[in-house]
């Protein structure tokens, strides 16, 4: 019969066998992954080396292209800001206007009525 250390023995050694297995095993998995990304990392170079001028038109076509938009923004700005002070300023004006003209109206109105006074309409002699 099997002693009690006898059957410990074996589910140690078991899984011992089983942890360096799954060790080998991962290793492996480890190692093909690894020449997988080396060989992805060589078609990219590849790649990148192949169309280098074409990266490098590209970049200067973006930068190009920044600068365009930040001009044509800065040009927007300036044409916001213009039209802003003239929209305000006739505003202010139109104000200043309109102030006079009722003030005029007013006085007009206060003449109508006193000429009225002074001169009825409405009453016969």
């Known amino acids: 019969m099997y002693s009690l250390q006898d059957i410990g023995n074996f589910i140690l050694y078991f899984f011992g066998i089983i942890a360096v297995v799954g060790g080998i095993v991962a290793v492996i998995f480890l190692i093909n992954t690894l020449v997988n990304v080396n060989k992805i990392l060589k078609r ?3 790649i990148i080396e192949k169309n280098e ?4 038109q590209t970049v ?4 190009d292209i920044t600068r365009t938009v930040k001009h044509g923004v800065d040009k927007v700005e300036s044409t916001t800001q213009t039209i ?4 305000c300023d006739a505003i202010i004006t139109f104000t200043e206007k309109t102030d006079g003209f009722f003030d005029f109206v007013t006085i007009l109105k206060h003449v109508i ?3 009225f006074k002074v001169f009825p309409l409405n009453q016969k002699k």
């Open 44 to 46: 990219v170079d590849g």
């Open 60 to 63: 200067e076509n973006v930068n």
């Open 113 to 115: 009525k006193t000429i």
């Open 53 to 56: 001028d074409k990266i490098a």
């Open 84 to 87: 802003e002070e003239s929209v």
